[in-house]
């Protein structure tokens, strides 16, 4: 039987679209096969395609202090992206983030079905908009979805946040403390499901 070190294996030389060819390297998802929580989120970012793991960038440490606040272990969830090739426009010595097209995300998707039917999670968190769609398989309205229980697909229980990385571009100091709050109660929606549960 398949595992995940065999699927991460297999990613390793993936070519389902031509994200492969600017990328460093395909970065999988990370966390113990039995997660009972997965957290999905857009694509690698430069940290993540330099390092080869998701969410160890800008956005991983405000996703990591927001896990922590929310009382879940990093360690004891799953977590991965919607699409495993970072995606960028270069600029001099930069490599600035481009977001996923449609066809790119229905592409990858193939890996995260392949994720998700190994660790089967109670839970799975939608991060941001791209993630909501691949998991969906269609656009969702983050502000009408977010922060409560839903059906992403059938047999797929979940909850839709933003992503880490909307955090970082919130200009006024106060807002950004609203706004980093609020991602806080919406992880901490899935600790208390998951409690409430066991």
């Known amino acids: ?115 998700l039917a190994m660790i089967r999670p109670r839970l799975t968190v939608a991060l941001g908009a791209t993630a909501a769609r691949s998991l969906a398989g269609r656009p969702l309205a983050i502000g009408k979805t977010r922060g409560r229980l839903l059906d992403l697909a059938p047999d797929l229980p979940g909850l839709v946040t933003v992503h880490p990385s909307s955090l970082l571009r919130v200009p006024d100091p106060d807002a950004k403390r609203l706004a980093y709050a609020a991602f806080v109660k919406d992880l901490a929606v899935a600790a208390d499901a998951l409690t409430l549960e066991g």
Not at 6 to 32: I, N, S, Y
Not at 67 to 83: F, K, Q, S
Not at 94 to 109: S, T, Y
């Open 1 to 115: 039987m398949e595992s995940l070190q065999d699927l991460v294996a297999e990613a390793r030389g993936c070519t389902r679209c031509p994200l492969h060819k600017a990328a460093t390297q395909t970065v999988f998802g990370e966390g113990p096969a039995d997660a009972a929580i997965v957290f999905v989120g857009e694509q690698p970012g430069d940290q993540e395609d330099r390092q080869g793991r998701p969410f160890v960038g800008p956005a991983g440490r405000i996703f990591d202090q927001a896990l922590a606040e929310a009382g879940i272990p990093r360690d004891r969830v799953y977590i991965t992206n919607a699409v495993k090739h970072f995606k960028f426009a270069p600029r001099g010595k930069h490599r600035l983030h481009k977001r996923p097209n449609a066809g790119e995300i229905d592409r990858c998707r193939w890996w995260l079905d392949r994720e």
